[in-house]
């Protein structure tokens, strides 16, 4: 996805915007690599080890993917996962250039 065009602000917004889109870039998680792995190492939980899911990785290590339930599941939800990972992944770049505040965890209702 290509970023929004950068008219009419000044030249070091410019320069912190396409910085941290860059850092976005190198970051980014890639949905077809995530199914490849799936399909190879799925079992073994490779595709959870690239998204940086380690806890589930090791759990889906030793118990074969669940004797396999849990690597069936995984193919339906791993491009889910992958964009759940970038958005996560673009909100820690951007705040990180002050270009958009951190998200506050939802604790419950404002009344």
Avoid: C
Avoid at 51 to 61: K, N
Avoid at 71 to 85: E, N, P, Q, S, Y
């Amino acid at each position: 996805m290509a970023p929004p065009p950068l008219t009419g602000i000044p030249e070091w917004e410019r320069i912190r915007v396409l910085r941290a889109e860059a850092e976005f870039d190198s970051v980014r998680k890639d949905a077809r690599v995530a199914y490849a792995l799936w399909a190879v190492v799925g079992l073994i939980g490779g595709h959870r080890f690239y998204l940086g899911d380690t806890g589930r990785s090791i759990a889906m290590l030793f118990t074969l993917g669940g004797l396999g339930v849990w690597t069936l599941i995984d193919g339906l939800f791993v491009g889910r996962r992958v964009r759940a990972v970038n958005r996560e992944r673009r909100a820690a770049v951007m705040s990180r250039y002050g270009l958009i505040e951190p998200s506050a965890p939802v604790t419950g209702r404002a009344d």
